[in-house]
Structures are given as structure tokens and as C-alpha cells.
């Protein structure tokens, strides 16, 4: 029986910079002053985003006005 269930890539705010191709520094910093999405999902003390949410970021044209 084949699997449908849909899987979803989460990404560090690491993996979530590079995806963006900037700095984590950076990433950061948009985050702290409300740029970038609030994370899809957490594990533990880490955030995740979903790799559609930081597409669609990056689809507008970047960071949240």
C-alpha cells in the first residue's frame, strides 16, 4: 500500500538562513523585529519552519513589511 500522508520539510533557522542566503546572524535579527514568520512547529528548544513558509517569504519578495 503506498504512503499519501503529506510530508512536510522543516528547517532549522540554520537551514532556514541558508535557504534565505543569509547569514544566521541576520536571520536573526529579521526575526527579532517581526520580518520573518513565527515557526511552523518546535522541537524542544528548537524552531522550525516549514520549507513552503520560508518559500512563500521569500516568493513576496523577502521579509514581512
Known amino acids: 500500500m503506498a504512503d499519501t500522508?503529506?510530508?512536510?520539510?522543516?528547517?532549522?533557522?540554520?537551514?532556514a538562513a541558508e535557504r534565505c542566503r543569509i547569514p544566521v546572524s541576520s536571520f536573526d535579527k529579521l526575526r527579532h523585529d517581526g520580518l520573518i514568520p513565527e515557526p511552523?512547529?518546535?522541537?524542544?528548544?528548537?524552531?522550525l519552519w516549514s520549507a513552503d513558509t520560508i518559500d512563500e517569504?521569500?516568493?513576496?519578495?523577502g521579509t514581512e513589511h
Do not use: Q, W
Not at 40 to 47: C, I, P, S, T, V
Not at 57 to 61: D, E, F, I, K, M
Open 5 to 15: 500522508a503529506l510530508r512536510v520539510e522543516y528547517l532549522s533557522r540554520v537551514e
Open 40 to 47: 511552523d512547529a518546535r522541537m524542544g528548544k528548537h524552531l
Open 57 to 61: 517569504l521569500l516568493a513576496r519578495g
